[in-house]
């Protein structure tokens, strides 16, 4: 038995019905649902109905919940965060509706609570709270500032009363119409104090919805400066204080920069900066959808009702033979592959009556486009949709049992109004030409005409004609969609056979998969009456099968346009970080890193886990933007991973950093880092014009792709160098280590030369500047307790310690300056024994050697220029064994003179140390395995320099398998007769 008809199954709305299929409110609006009357009040200003229309989703649950306990949570209303939240999504993503859903959440908030939205947000409250909240949340007053519906300094009476400014008019909607208090309060709109003390006059709850903000505060504002000057210090005011107030909230609407089509003043611009500053210092972000949240809006906001299991379970059903068929498996759904296939049940049941297919493109491939306006765009889309198509239904015509990626029907202006218009097309001139291919190229309004509906009309019968009249249109339509967005994920374009032959199936295997390849073939030969204004794309192999797209002719320029919204945040991120790496130099440093974003891991974890430390090595780390930036108010995240890169926490589970003293951080300035994604996404969409067909077949175009590609990537260059401008190190500069900043202001200076970075840290006294680290510089370093540590120890301090400055040459820098001062008698270098030991020349000092300490001069030493120090080692008369060999000096030759023989050195020899110790500890954790290998190799370096005389006492180990046999050998030459037992 057939499943039900989606279109029987389903009540579609009435106001989708009475409207045409054009949903007119589908952009929300608060002032509208605040101050609407009459006709001007839309549905959604009554709570039912919002709540009917309304998805619970995840997001905007949560957002609800954090503010109701706010309001409502009484003395733990802190457990809910913030009291401040900024929706920043592009237009179409949610905001309005997010906005008066927490206006009905406060104004009517016990009817609120009975609808399916309501009590998400009562469950999610509870979790928050551990108890339930009151329903009524302790009667908010709602204090609402629609802003796109407000005019600087031309105040409506009947909404703003005796109010002028933003602050005057925020006041009236407060304590209005007593003017008693807005008397008290008015003057003082830029103090902290005075606005919290207005706000809890009231002694009840408030919540605060200020809409669309830069509609107030933009180009609107420049008229009067004096006006705009104190409406933003009202706003830098009221979001400062806003979290010290119990039982207040508010929600800030203010597009994100990148996602704002406003053009804006200079003036303007740095208003919003401001404001930006202020609200990602005193709020929190708020998403309210998800690309996964839209099958489940459209359901809540097309239909009355959502489908019965049993409908949505046969529909499923009838599509399991066309899927499991082997050939249609083999050549489709393997190749084309998708999520959606996954558990097919389980996604009709969640994306009914659209093709899960139709809902992996609205999700995966529309919502990517920069203009296209998410949830509104969709919604406009698929109600047109589902209306059309429920009129051919009740007509008696076809309709798909599922609505897939070729369905939409192009014949019904809304429809095509509705795609055209939606952002997923770059400006209007290309509209106009997408507009004129759906018409010659598809289907015709009164669908007669157009290329694919005259081969649909023109078909002889065939067995699955009934099932599917409209395959060519199917196949053409699903060219359109995958057309008009330029480039779709991953730098395709258009659509490849088997893509085209997924958007014409049906659930009858009558319409075999050779069935669909004549139907592809006849649609792309034009010579057959197919689509003439497609254009091919050859194919490369299995992995790349050929593609098909509609060409409109594009212009380069407009090609761009194009190209730039298919851009990914992912695939500018990258070009980035790319780009980044050519230009690293790493200068004197010794090696440079790039630690790359994981944005699926903390910035902290991402720091501690990338193998940043290295012993006695200068490194400049350079941090990828995508994840790690600096200043703008969102540098928290940041700052707190390098605390724990530079070894400035306690915390035990993060590795240690031991030398985190030479590495020097390289970060990008947050604002910076907008313009160089601002100037990769214009390389990378004309890098990929460059590559497309209609450029490359015109030597016109291809040669001003290949001016401005080139142009556009030096631009990328000039910005990424401008943008690492910040580095970050370990200093010292008394007691406490502490993180330490600099900052690169010009235009030519970068963070990613290792040389400018070098020079600059040598005037903050981080560096040693080439020729500057001499003798007089190491002996200023030299602290009392220097005098007697190992030379190994000197040595590593010029990386692990931040008191000391790195050295341009490293070690070769270190054993010049030591060298230098022997020669000069202001320092010598004695064994384990505190003897003298000779230095012939610079490569006899061996700075790894544990054995050797440099010491003081002897008194009756006499202490030369140090500028003479290379002048031979005749000036240093030192007789003693030679450093770094091993070898002890003979009792004539020890002595401390100067000359050649000199006299005999009267400090006495110390004695040997009997070092004796009683262990037996099991080796199972890091802190235990490490002081092990600890001891053992203090063991090695002591045999290793003739420091250990004498060895007795017993030996049990236990060892892992295969290890025994080395350690058997050692013992056997060392006179022991060890044995070897198997462990139970």
Not at 244 to 264: F, G, K, N, Q, Y
Not at 867 to 882: L, R, T, V
Request: aromatic share 6%; with cysteine.
């Amino acid at each position: 038995m057939a499943a039900t008809p989606w279109w029987q199954a389903l009540k579609i709305r009435q106001e989708i019905v009475s409207s045409g299929g054009q949903m007119d409110d589908v952009q929300m609006s608060l002032y509208r649902a605040v101050h609407g009357k009459g006709d001007a009040r839309p549905l959604y200003a009554e709570p039912m109905y919002f709540g009917d229309i309304t998805h619970p989703t995840h997001v905007l649950t949560t957002l609800l919940a954090s503010i109701a306990v706010r309001l409502g949570g009484g003395d733990d209303y802190v457990k809910a965060g913030r009291a401040l939240w900024r929706p920043d999504q592009g237009m179409g993503g949610g905001k309005s509706h997010a906005l008066i859903g927490a206006w009905h959440l406060g104004t009517h908030a016990e009817q609120f609570a009975t609808t399916d939205i309501g009590k998400a947000v009562h469950a999610q409250a509870r979790q928050i709270l551990g108890r339930d909240l009151p329903r009524h949340l302790n009667q908010p007053k709602v204090v609402v500032l629609p802003c796109d519906s407000m005019t600087p300094g031309a105040p409506v009476k009947d909404e703003d009363g005796p109010a002028k400014t933003l602050w005057e008019r925020f006041l009236w909607r407060l304590v209005g119409p007593d003017y008693t208090v807005y008397e008290r309060y008015a003057p003082h709109f830029n103090n902290k104090a005075q606005i919290e003390a207005a706000i809890r006059s009231l002694g009840r709850p408030v919540l605060i919805l200020i809409d669309e903000v830069m509609n107030y505060l933009g180009n609107a504002s420049d008229s009067d400066t004096t006006l705009a000057g104190q409406d933003m210090e009202f706003l830098r005011a009221l979001t400062d204080v806003i979290n010290d107030v119990p039982h207040c909230a508010a929600l800030i609407v203010m597009i994100s920069t990148e996602a704002d089509p406003m053009a804006a003043s200079d003036t303007a611009r740095a208003r919003r900066g401001d404001l930006n500053t202020l609200l990602e210092r005193n709020g929190s972000r708020a998403p309210v959808t998800e690309n996964t949240d839209f099958a489940a809006i459209l359901r809540r906001r097309l239909f009355e009702t959502p489908a019965a299991a049993e409908v949505t379970s046969a529909t499923a059903a009838d599509w399991v033979s066309v899927l499991s068929d082997t050939a249609w498996s083999k050549s489709v759904w393997s190749t084309i592959g998708g999520s959606w296939q996954q558990n097919f049940a389980s996604q009709v049941g969640r994306c009914y009556p659209f093709h899960p297919h139709l809902i992996h493109h609205a999700e995966e491939e529309w919502a990517s486009v920069a203009g296209f306006q998410r949830v509104r765009s969709t919604i406009k889309i698929f109600a047109a949709t589902v209306h059309a198509l429920q009129k051919r239904g009740q007509a008696g015509d076809w309709v798909p049992s599922l609505i897939g990626p070729g369905d939409l029907p192009l014949s019904d202006t809304a429809v095509r109004e509705a795609l055209l218009d939606s952002g997923l097309i770059a400006d209007e001139r290309t509209v106009s030409n997408y507009r004129s291919l759906a018409e010659n190229e598809i289907v015709t309004l009164d669908e007669q005409r157009g290329s694919a509906r005259l081969l649909d009309l023109g078909r002889k019968v065939v067995f699955w004609q009934g099932s599917n009249p409209r395959t060519a249109e199917r196949a053409a339509t699903f060219l359109f969609l995958t057309s008009i967005v330029g480039v779709r994920p991953g730098g395709r374009r258009g659509a490849s056979v088997p893509e085209i032959k997924a958007a014409t199936a049906v659930p009858d295997l009558n319409y075999t998969n050779a069935e669909a390849d004549g139907v592809v073939a006849v649609v792309t030969d034009d010579t057959a009456g197919g689509l003439s204004a497609l254009e091919y794309i050859p194919g490369q192999g299995n992995n790349k099968p050929a593609r098909y797209y509609l060409s409109t002719r594009l212009t380069y320029r407009m090609l761009v346009n194009s190209l730039r919204k298919t851009i990914t945040d992912h695939e500018r991120d990258q070009c980035i970080a790319e780009s980044a790496k050519e230009l690293i130099s790493s200068g004197p440093f010794k090696k440079k890193i790039y630690v790359d974003a994981d944005l699926s891991r903390t910035a902290t974890q991402v720091l501690a886990t990338a193998g940043i430390d290295d012993a006695r090595t200068t490194r400049l780390v350079v941090c990828d933007a995508a994840q790690f930036h600096l200043r703008n108010g969102a540098e928290a995240e940041t700052l707190s991973a390098l605390s724990v890169a530079l070894g400035l926490t306690d915390d035990p589970s993060v590795p240690k950093q031991s030398w985190a003293s030479s590495a020097v951080f390289v970060l990008a300035n947050t604002q910076r880092r907008a313009l160089a994604r601002g100037a990769a996404t214009q390389y990378l969409a004309r890098a990929r014009a460059s590559d497309a067909p209609e450029v490359k077949g015109n030597a016109e175009l291809k040669t001003t792709a290949t001016r401005e590609t080139a142009e556009a990537r030096e631009e990328l260059r000039k910005t990424i160098k401008r943008a690492f401008c910040h580095l970050v190190y370990l200093a010292q500069p008394d007691v406490s280590r502490e993180m330490q900043q600099h900052t690169f202001d010009g235009d030519l200076s970068t963070g990613l030369d290792g040389g400018n970075v070098w020079k600059t840290l040598a005037s903050r006294e981080k560096t040693f500047d080439q020729g500057d680290f001499d003798a007089t510089a190491l002996l200023h370093n030299l602290r009392d307790g220097d005098y007697g540590r190992p030379l190994a120890d000197i040595r590593d301090a010029y990386w692990n310690a931040p008191r000391l400055s790195l050295l341009y040459r490293g070690e070769d820098d270190l054993r010049d300056a030591i060298y230098a001062a022997v020669m000069s008698d202001s320092l010598r270098i004695v064994n384990a024994s505190n003897e003298t030991v000779t230095v012939t020349d610079r490569s006899t000092i061996n700075l790894a050697d544990t054995g050797l300490r440099l010491a003081r001069p002897l008194p009756s030493q006499s202490t030369s220029a140090i500028g003479d120090a290379d002048k031979g080692s005749g000036s240093n008369g030192n007789a003693g064994g030679q450093l770094g060999t091993g070898e002890q000096p003979s009792t004539a030759q020890t002595g401390g003179g100067t000359g050649g023989g000199g006299t005999p050195d009267t400090h006495l020899k110390p004695k040997d140390k009997l070092v004796k110790a009683a262990v037996s500890v099991a080796l199972t954790d890091d802190i235990k395995i490490d002081a092990a290998a600890s001891l053992f190799r203090l063991l090695y370096e002591a045999a290793d320099a003739n420091n250990l005389t004498y060895v007795a006492g017993s030996f049990n180990i236990i060892v892992k398998s295969g290890t025994e046999q080395a350690i058997v050998e050692a013992l056997t030459t060392l006179g022991a007769n060890p044995t070897v037992t198997d462990q139970g």
